[in-house]
């Protein structure tokens, strides 16, 4: 019944290394977004993708790599983890790219060693 | 560029009181829709409220109310009757319809404790 999913939920690596964090709504949206949320807690977008087109790309390392296989699904790849990635990563999703309010999943937080 | 400020970083409330979380914002745009989000200690963000700009009437829904005046660009939360599960970060946001399109802009947030 969960609307957002994400996995995994907390992943602790240490630098250098690349790793995954998978999103699936079920909620039928088309567009879905990847967050950032910083140790001060505050919030920024990184990327969203509209029928899995690439729509917004905000300023992140070329280390952060989005892939959206179809509707439902939205991955973040990162590669060559370092400290600063540290943070929590919400998906979320939303019908259509207007003004509509974004259904967020429960958060990853990842933790570079 | 799109700034959401959120002035006030913590405030308390007693339980079954009413208190007042500050937003504003500063856009060009005349479409937009503004947010509240509430992150409790689960991290999960969750959507409180949500006011459309060229709605004059503010946004209510059970014990949470708007106050949105367009023109001061001040877009306030008001909690009555707070409970103790209302303890958490309440976000600010905004999305537009230009160049904002699909960002949702948060505010740095107000963390919440209500107290019994």
């Not at chain 2, 989000?37 to 004059?56: D, T």
């Amino acid at each position: 019944d969960t609307a957002v999913s994400q996995t995994p939920k907390y992943l602790v690596t240490q630098m250098g290394n690349d790793k995954s964090i998978k999103c699936e709504q079920n909620l039928g949206h088309d567009t879905m977004y990847w967050y950032k949320q910083d140790s001060k807690k505050f919030l920024k977008i990184m990327f969203s993708y509209n029928n899995k087109e690439l729509i917004i790309n905000e300023t992140v390392p070329n280390r952060f790599s989005p892939k959206s296989p179809d509707k439902a699904h939205l991955n973040l790849h990162i590669n060559s983890l370092e400290l600063g990635d540290s943070a929590v990563y919400f998906c979320a999703s939303s019908q259509g790219t207007g003004l509509q309010e974004q259904y967020f999943g429960p958060g990853t937080r990842l933790t570079v060693t | 560029a799109q700034t959401v400020t959120q002035s006030q970083p913590e405030m308390s409330v007693q339980e079954a009181e009413t208190v007042t979380l500050s937003c504003t914002y500063d856009t060009s745009e005349n479409n937009y829709y503004l947010f509240w989000y509430k992150q409790p200690p689960s991290r999960q963000m969750i959507l409180v409220i949500r006011q459309e700009a060229y709605k004059q009437q503010n946004a209510t829904e059970n014990r949470f109310s708007v106050n949105f005046q367009k023109a001061a660009k001040s877009f306030s939360l008001k909690i009555s009757d707070s409970q103790l599960g209302d303890t958490a970060m309440y976000f600010c946001a905004f999305t537009g319809r230009g160049s904002t399109l699909g960002r949702l802009y948060f505010g740095r947030g107000t963390q919440l404790t209500v107290w019994p």
